[in-house]
């Protein structure tokens, strides 16, 4: 499956340079790539191709499956659940070994956001509650449930298996897949929550996001620190083995829409993470991707920001399946480049035939300077505690549908 053109957009090198000496590795990346390993990927994936094609699109660091919902490796932590189809594989520590001997830096992505149905029942203080103090399922995976960003999962469980891959393979960095994201926060009603709420709030939060609310305004200063907690919880545990490792998670794809305040994650982060892979819809406009970045630069003050893009139709229907056009991925690429951004490409599943030939190859960021005459200043508080009417679009959703008003 060909997906990209080559695009011709920034420059050319690819590697760091010598001027890179004594920066932190992560500030020197240029170019990543990730392949989202799916369960079944045991049973076909060629690693050395894969890594071949990293190389061939002159990529820095790859990111690579570790667990989390999924191991792709012989994890031995409880309710750790191991693919089904790993057999006598070790994906993970495959990958691993195969970019290092290509000189490329190693990511290993997990999620923390849901696990399985046995966590549940040996750990139900683990999982997010609904109201009605029922399990929440996840929408798209029916047999895998909410995790409780308060509870141990997030201070125990996690970190036992970062170590147990930090021992194994000690990875570059360790990546959150959907965590913290910067879209609305979300109330858990479990025990524990509870209780939390009744001590650091005097009441129940509303279920969504509700400005009006003085408990909401103070549950919002409550599950932001918590956020700085788990984070500096999680980077201090990717340090433990290799002091030059760092956590980071995954900022989100909600463009301007973001509900979380960036500056004290800004503060605390080494990476910036952006995760907005394309419009997501045909009235969404194509700079949208480089307004976010501003404001990701904004609040990292030169530390390193990154974005992925998807290989896949990321358009209304989302079809993960299908790829998405090249001219697409391409114009969403030079938007990232154009506000000091590094792209960061992403295949979900090792299926597809891959083939080189990537716009990636040809971006580089390294010193780029921003080109920019005018910034916007952009509140998070007031974009949280205030709601704002909605901006009239400019862009026709389609041709022969009305435009929006
Ligand atoms: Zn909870």
Same mark, same amino acid.
């Given at each position: ?9 920034? =420059? ?10 004594? #920066? ?39 990111? /690579? ?34 970019? %290092? ?7 290993? %992505? ?13 750990? !139900? ?7 009605? =103090? ?26 036992? /298996? ?65 956020? /700085? ?9 990717? #340090?433990?083995?290799? !002091? ?20 004290? /994650? ?51 229907? #989302? ?69 704002? !009417? ?7 959703? %389609? ?7």
């Amino acid at each position: 499956m060909a997906i990209l053109s080559s695009g011709d957009l920034l =420059g050319l090198s690819s590697v760091s340079s010598s001027t890179d000496a004594g #920066k932190p590795w992560y500030s020197t990346v240029r170019r990543c790539g990730q392949l989202n390993f799916n369960e079944s990927d045991p049973l076909t994936v060629d690693i050395d191709a894969w890594m071949d094609y990293w190389v061939s699109l002159k990529v820095n660091a790859v990111m /690579i499956g570790g667990g989390g919902i999924v191991a792709s490796y012989p994890t031995n932590v409880p309710y750790h659940h191991r693919s089904q189809y790993l057999g006598s594989r070790d994906l993970t520590g495959e990958a691993i070994a195969a970019a %290092r001997k290509r000189n490329l830096r190693v990511i290993v %992505r997990m999620d923390c956001n849901y696990a399985y149905q046995d966590a549940l029942k040996a750990h !139900p203080e683990w999982f997010h509650r609904m109201p009605d =103090g029922s399990p929440r399922l996840e929408l798209e995976a029916s047999y895998l449930y909410k995790t409780c960003l308060f509870s141990s999962y997030f201070t125990e469980q996690m970190p036992a /298996i970062y170590r147990e891959l930090q021992q194994r393979y000690s990875p570059d960095a360790i990546f959150t897949n959907g965590w913290p994201g910067t879209a609305a926060l979300e109330v858990c009603h479990c025990v524990n929550c509870k209780k939390i709420y009744q001590e650091q709030t005097g009441g129940v939060p509303p279920a969504t996001t509700n400005a009006k609310s003085p408990v909401y305004r103070k549950y919002y200063k409550v599950y932001m620190d918590r956020i /700085i907690e788990i984070w500096k919880l999680w980077d201090s545990t990717a #340090k433990e083995k290799n !002091p030059e490792a760092i956590y980071f998670g995954d900022l989100g794809g909600a463009g301007l829409q973001m509900m979380k305040d960036l500056k004290p /994650i800004g503060d605390i982060a080494s990476w910036y993470a952006g995760d907005h892979q394309g419009r997501g819809g045909a009235n969404v406009p194509i700079w949208e991707c480089a307004a976010q970045g501003r404001i990701a630069q904004s609040v990292m003050g030169g530390k390193t920001v990154t974005n992925i893009d998807g290989a896949y139709s990321d358009s209304q229907p #989302k079809w993960r399946h299908v790829s998405a056009p090249a001219a697409e991925i391409n114009l969403w690429m030079a938007q990232v480049a154009a506000c000091g951004m590094v792209p960061w490409h992403h295949w979900l599943g090792a299926r597809p035939k891959i083939t080189a030939g990537a716009s990636l190859q040809k971006t580089f960021m390294g010193g780029l300077r921003r080109m920019r005459s005018i910034s916007a200043i952009v509140s998070r508080c007031l974009r949280l505690l205030y709601f704002i !009417p909605r901006a009239p679009s400019l862009f026709i959703v %389609r041709k022969g549908q009305a435009k929006e008003s």
